[in-house]
């Protein structure tokens, strides 16, 4: 079992996202269990966001491990999803199974975990175009496909390369020109296929704002954090100073700016002097977070 991580670190959401918090705090069958400082809870978050999914917002601390929560979710990591038995049919499961209760209370749930796995099960379930908007996913195989090759190059590559980065200190074996080279090269590699999208338009499709745009929000969100914590800070030159690259990083920051303006990020987001104090533990690779802790191993994350 993690050590419990709960030093310093806030408690509750702040800023835009306490707001949002509090207007999906009532009871609701559809339940997202998070922590205000996880990029991977950000994900799930938003899809909810995007598609105006009903839902209830509930702050827990995952490095407490509480019995209840392990019993959702045995590898005791948010975002953990609780799914009511009739889906989303919602109000009338909870109607039958709550009473006189609120909407949601005495529903029966079934948990889902892994944020990835939780953005692709809202989008498929929630899939009425009227009520919840288009897929965030291509209708076109090929193109669903190449998605979802880009999602796991975020989640194998540019992820491991930002903690990485963000853990790296004068002990390690390898240097922070290393690991921020690694990781701007990760990145560049992303940008370079979101150039093959026809059509303009900011997001790795082009016009149409989707998946792979949401599985990278919340780490875009986070990279001031290595601007604000390590030495020489994050390296993405400014216009006019990327060389070779430059077509690449004027390409990145179309797509960084929309990104970071989005309503539905913006919304799940805290106050930035809360994430400073969280990733605090990150910089001086002290957490012990089993995110840190495969990064210090160099093991695939959980
Ligand atoms: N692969 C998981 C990673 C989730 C994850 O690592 N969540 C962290 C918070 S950001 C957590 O719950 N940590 C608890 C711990 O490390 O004990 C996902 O995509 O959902």
Redesign the pocket.
Known sequence: M?AVDTTELPTQTTGAAARLASSHATEHPLKLYG?WF???VQRAWIVLCEKRIPYQYVEIN??AKAPEFLALNPR????TLGVPFESVSTSTSARKGGGEKGEGEGVKRKPL????VICEYLDEAYDDVTKYGRSLLPEDAYERARCRLWIDHIGGKIIPGFYRFIQHTPEKEYSIEEAREGFLGHVKTFVREMMESEGGGPWFLGERFGLVDVMLAPWAKRLFLIDHYKPGGLGIPVEGQGGDDEVVWKRWRVWFDAITSRQSVKDTWSDDAQYIIAYRRYAEDKTQ???AKATRKGER??
């Open positions: 993690a922590g996880c990029p991977f995952p490095y005791g990591l948010v975002p975990y892994e944020s990835a977070s089993e995110v994350l959980p």
